[in-house]
């Protein structure tokens, strides 16, 4: 059967495949010994085959890239015009004059107006205390804080009552007494007359020698002692105004010394001079106070004030050229009774930050601080806020406390007919304008300068298109496309109305100094 194998004996398969094998190596090698026999003809061919590639590689090479050079020399050039240079893209805005308020953003602290600090005027130990007297505890005017002891006062009250009394008995007794030196001076004057007339009938009859001369003499002496005795009475007369005038004077001081005493006795009770509030409070009851002891300190809730400082060179925004209406000040010459910042009026507008809030209070003016801050060279400005606890909503709008660090704008004085503009377009004293398509760099007058703006007022006319970039580099001339917008920032020809309502309310006259 095919594909069997009789074992000792190989299969035709197997023998066929041998025989072919066998030939066919016979027939390479005989090919390969002819061939090494013949000699060659082509010398590349006698070269190894890897020296041949390459060669060939490096001669297509080398005419490409002559054909290369040879385009490259030989194209015809194009004739091309320059593109003409369309400008930078820039936004501007169409300038406007109108009137403007200047205001002037500052920093400043807040604290009491009115700060009262209770003080013992008596010594003696405390009996009561109000319970309320604790810091940060609101108090009505006219609360009672401390009551000292007044046992011993109402003592000396007393005693000095009828001190005063007995005074007004010596006055008495000096009245009466001065009716008795009347009565007596009558019967002494009664006697004189009736011992000068036996005088003077003895001394006829003593010429007569009818009486001896001892009872002249005796005579004589009786009358003598009558003058005397009526003297004695007028002298006694004479003094009875004085020592009424001493014991009214005495009654004088009886009356000053219960006076005070009665004050004393009074000053027993500390009371709350005003609506304020507890800041600290330095006794407890039956503490024993002496006199000029402090007890506590209090704020006053009517009135608050802030104190701004203020950097030198945003001053004249609050007095440009100065004030008009008052013309050159002669400070030591001019009546100091009355109040120069009454006069100027100048409203603020405080804000205090509370988280995502900013409640807003309203002021004045009152004063400027008598000299700069030594640390940062700023001018104190001080703003009277009037009812800080008013309107007061728990977690939405707080009181103006003291120590609150708060944002104010003062609102200065109106200039008319100027341009605003936003103070990132000022660039050194001028501005970028574009006309036709070229930018031109004007120089300006700056009148005020804000914190987002710039006041201009000369430079600038109504029309004129100003451009808010500021270009690097820039040149006189250079072209610009030009996208128009609206003024990033307007003028502020009204203010609040509450600030308006306050520099419209009349100053009361400040009273006469001593």
């Known amino acids: 059967m095919p594909g069997k194998r009789t074992p000792g004996r190989p299969s035709a398969t197997y023998n066929s495949e041998a025989v072919f094998y066998s030939s066919n190596t016979t027939t390479q090698?005989?090919?390969?010994?002819?061939?090494?026999?013949?000699?060659?003809?082509?010398?590349i061919r006698r070269l190894p085959g890897k020296l041949a590639y390459l060669l060939t590689v490096l001669i297509l090479v080398g005419v490409g890239v002559a054909v290369c050079v040879y385009l490259?020399?030989?194209?015809?050039?194009a004739e091309g015009k320059?593109?003409?240079?369309?400008?930078?893209?820039?936004?501007?805005?169409?300038?406007?004059?109108?009137?403007?308020?200047?205001?002037?953003?500052?920093?400043?602290?807040?604290?009491?107006?009115?700060?009262?600090?209770?003080?013992?005027?008596?010594?003696?130990q405390t009996v009561e205390i109000d319970p309320r007297f604790e810091p940060g505890e609101l108090l009505p005017a006219g609360r009672l804080l401390i009551q000292i002891d007044p046992i011993d006062y109402d003592l000396a009250i007393k005693r000095l009552e009828v001190e005063a009394a007995a005074r007004d008995i010596e006055l008495d007794e000096l009245e009466q007494e001065k009716a008795n030196f009347e009565e007596i001076l009558k019967l002494h004057r009664r006697r004189l007359e009736l011992a000068e007339a036996e005088r003077d009938r003895l001394l006829e009859a003593f010429a007569q020698q009818a009486v001896s001369r001892s009872a002249l003499e005796l005579a004589e002496g009786a009358y003598e002692a009558r003058r005397t005795a009526v003297q004695e009475t007028l002298n006694g007369l004479k003094l009875l105004p004085m020592k009424r005038e001493l014991a009214e004077k005495r009654k004088a001081v009886a009356s000053v010394r219960l006076q005070e005493a009665r004050r004393?006795?009074?000053?027993?009770?500390?009371?709350?001079?005003?609506?304020?509030?507890?800041?600290?409070?330095?006794?407890?009851?039956?503490?024993f106070v002496t006199a000029g002891q402090e007890l506590g300190v209090f704020l006053a809730l009517d009135s608050a004030e802030v104190v701004a400082m203020v950097e030198t060179h945003k001053m004249p925004m609050m007095f440009p050229e100065g004030i008009k209406a008052l013309g050159v000040l002669d400070l030591p010459q001019m009546d100091l009774n009355e109040s120069l910042m009454g006069k100027l009026r100048i409203p603020a507008k405080v804000s205090w930050g509370v988280g995502d809030r900013e409640p807003v209070w309203y002021g004045m003016v009152s004063r400027i601080g008598s000299s700069l801050d030594p640390g940062t060279r700023t001018v104190p400005v001080v703003i009277e806020v009037l009812d800080p606890y008013k309107n007061v909503?728990?977690?939405?709008?707080?009181?103006?406390?003291?120590?609150?660090?708060?944002?104010?704008?003062?609102y200065g004085a109106t200039f008319d007919d100027v341009v605003v503009i936003p103070r990132d377009s000022l660039h050194d004293g001028a501005v970028y304008l574009s006309r036709e398509g070229k930018l031109h760099i004007r120089p300006v007058t700056v009148a005020a300068l804000e914190e987002q703006l710039a006041v201009i007022s000369e430079g600038i006319e109504s029309g004129d298109v100003v451009i808010t970039a500021d270009l690097f580099p820039v040149n006189e001339g250079m072209p610009v496309r030009v996208e128009m917008i609206e003024n990033p920032v307007q003028p502020r020809v009204q203010i609040d109305a509450a600030a308006r309502e306050l520099e419209a309310t009349e100053q009361p006259d400040a009273e006469a100094g001593p």
């Not at 090698?29 to 010398?43: C, F, H, T, Y």
């Not at 490259?72 to 050039?77: D, F, R, S």
């Not at 300038?95 to 010594?123: D, L, M």
């Open 393 to 410: 909503q728990p977690g939405v709008r707080p009181p103006l406390i003291p120590g609150a660090f708060c944002d104010v704008t003062f």
């Open 72 to 77: 490259i020399k030989t194209k015809p050039t």
């Open 264 to 287: 004393s006795r009074e000053k027993c009770a500390i009371r709350l001079p005003f609506a304020a509030r507890c800041v600290s409070k330095a006794i407890e009851v039956n503490q």
């Open 82 to 124: 320059p593109k003409p240079d369309p400008g930078r893209l820039v936004r501007a805005f169409r300038a406007e004059k109108a009137s403007h308020r200047v205001a002037i953003n500052v920093y400043g602290t807040a604290r009491a107006s009115q700060q009262w600090t209770a003080i013992a005027e008596v010594a003696g």
């Open 29 to 43: 090698r005989g090919a390969n010994r002819v061939a090494e026999s013949k000699p060659s003809q082509n010398p």
